[in-house]
């Protein structure tokens, strides 16, 4: 059974939101997380930062989903106190508000964290950058799911969880892979 998250009631604060920024067409980006919005007091506290995608390597997509998809805006939905980047809107809406948004995006990258939950609820299909856990364990199979060391199947001896070059996947891959994506492709549950 996929889980259902109800955010239908939010609807209308979502696109009070899209109006108030001017926007249209959008895709979702998420490159660091793991901090939980409960704890949340404008320091920067993660309990596994080698989930998030490097920086130099994030703006690099951002700039070829910009290039590639010129009418769409990039919306960069992480906490204010994570990294900021050019040629994108910072997401200030409530965690719920970002998965009733989601229903409406172009799709979305991401790493191990809430737009990768968020897309089997939304029905929404994305690529997710995987670093210090495994896409067998936390991972949907409607999404492209990539590895520095595993682009296509999880080969699990191949799979070090302190290994820093985990998320390190290529912009230009990233972006092949998301304008490949099988939207068509039956929103599931979980990893096969």
């Not at 769409?72 to 998965?99: G, M, Q, R």
């Not at 790493?111 to 994305?126: P, Q, T, V």
Request: with cysteine.
């Amino acid at each position: 059974m996929r889980q259902k998250l109800y955010t239908g009631h939010l609807q209308k604060n979502v696109k009070k939101w899209l109006d108030k920024n001017n926007i249209e067409k959008y895709i979702l980006v998420q490159f660091s997380g793991g901090q939980s919005p409960l704890t949340y007091n404008g320091q920067y506290n993660n309990i596994n930062p080698n989930r998030n995608y490097q920086p130099f390597l994030a703006q690099q997509v951002i700039n070829m989903l910009k290039e590639e998809y010129k009418d769409a805006t990039i919306i960069d939905c992480t906490l204010p106190n994570e990294p900021a980047y050019f040629n994108t809107i910072k997401c200030d809406l409530h965690w719920s508000e970002v998965h009733e948004l989601m229903k409406d995006a172009l799709g979305f990258v991401s790493i191990d964290s809430c737009l990768n939950h968020f897309s089997a609820s939304a029905e929404k299909h994305g690529v997710v950058i995987w670093g210090s856990t495994r896409w067998t364990q936390f991972g949907y199979s409607h999404n492209k799911n990539l590895q520095f060391h595993m682009k296509d199947k999880w080969k699990e001896e191949k799979f070090i969880d302190s290994d820093p070059r985990n998320n390190m996947v290529e912009p230009k891959l990233v972006i092949d892979e998301y304008k490949k994506l099988d939207k068509t492709k039956q929103v599931a549950c979980a990893t096969e």
